[in-house]
């Protein structure tokens, strides 16, 4: 068989296995990426592979330099390469795409123990497409417009921060002893 026959059959057998699978993508006929773990996991880590022309008979080129993958060190993603190539040269001659991916996803917690996990809140990578998930029927709601009197008045009356002077809404205490109570006289 052909090189493209091969790759004409794994191709099908690959869609076909990864169907509905939202961690497999197809970026080309000869290009694929797979996450490996769940989206929010700070261990889950991407591989990309892509097929030279003379695919299976010649290595995929492997690569992790997606840009989920930033956070992982280089020294964890130069070792997950080592081993995955490890893996290709067992397989060579054969169609490996899949042995791939489902050798990295067994081995994932072994790859990623030297990962160390960050404690600090990471950025979240996702695009959405289509409609917000606010509705559409509720509108902003409008600041009260002051004029300018307005503004210079509660300028006056506040601090630098914005907030209302300590004792603003105190009673007076002279004007309450003077005015007293009627049992006083």
Do not use: H
Request: proline fraction near 5%; include cysteine; hydrophobic fraction near 35%.
């Amino acid at each position: 068989m052909a090189a493209n026959e091969d790759q004409e059959m794994e191709l099908e057998a690959l869609r076909s296995i990864y169907e509905g699978d939202v961690c497999f993508r197809e970026l080309s006929p000869v290009s694929f990426q797979y996450r490996i773990g769940e989206s929010g996991d700070p261990k889950a880590f991407l591989i990309e592979v892509s097929w030279p022309e003379t695919y299976p008979q010649t290595a995929p080129v492997i690569s992790m330099d997606a840009f989920f993958n930033n956070t992982i060190s280089s020294a964890i993603k130069r070792s997950i390469l080592d081993k995955l190539m490890v893996e290709v040269e067992a397989n060579l001659g054969t169609a490996m795409t899949y042995t791939l991916f489902e050798y990295a996803k067994d081995n994932k917690e072994v790859f990623m123990e030297n990962q160390p996990v960050n404690t600090v809140t990471s950025v979240s990578n996702s695009i959405s497409i289509g409609t917000p998930d606010v509705p559409p029927s509720k509108k902003k709601e409008k600041k009260e417009q002051l004029s300018k009197t307005q503004k210079r008045k509660l300028a006056d009356k506040t601090d630098n921060k914005g907030e209302l002077p300590r004792g603003w809404n105190w009673v007076d205490v002279i004007k309450l002893s003077k005015t007293g109570s009627k049992d006083d006289e």
